[in-house]
């Protein structure tokens, strides 16, 4: 438990294979807590004015935004046949951040932007940030 806090909720038994092994098999980051460490991590490395688009629960990150960053809520859809969620939102066609949990494997949209950082427990991402700018 020391391992994953603050997040005890994604604890999986040792003999399921523990969080490894849960993930990609079991929703593990369903609270999307994650999304405020992320948003720290926004909130430290980008300037005023940049906009920051969310494919999760947006309270966990938008309420830790510094003053001056615009939070989005993801739009998603449904590829046909797929499984894969791809994120669509009218008003940002490129965000400056994106910050995804790897739900649905929202973590594969925008693929031309660059991944900077991970909030990571047990070798497992719970939240992964990507830098579009």
């Not at 906009?51 to 615009?70: C, E, M, R, T």
């Not at 929202?106 to 693929?111: E, T, V």
Request: glycine share 8%.
């Amino acid at each position: 438990m020391i391992n994953i806090h603050p997040y005890e909720y994604i604890y999986f038994n040792r003999l399921s294979g523990g969080l490894i092994g849960a993930y990609n098999r079991y929703e593990t980051e369903y609270w999307g807590l994650s999304l405020r460490e992320a948003m720290e991590w926004v909130n430290q490395n980008s300037k005023t004015g940049k906009q920051v688009l969310v494919a999760g629960p947006l309270d966990s990150a938008k309420i830790f935004a510094k003053p001056g960053i615009s939070v989005k809520e993801a739009k998603l859809i449904a590829k046909p046949g797929s499984g894969v969620g791809e994120v669509k939102e009218s008003n940002i066609s490129k965000p400056d951040y994106y910050l995804a949990i790897p739900r649905w494997n929202l973590q594969k949209a925008f693929p031309e932007c660059q991944e900077v950082y991970q909030v990571v427990r047990q070798a497992v991402p719970l939240t992964i940030v990507k830098q579009c700018e």
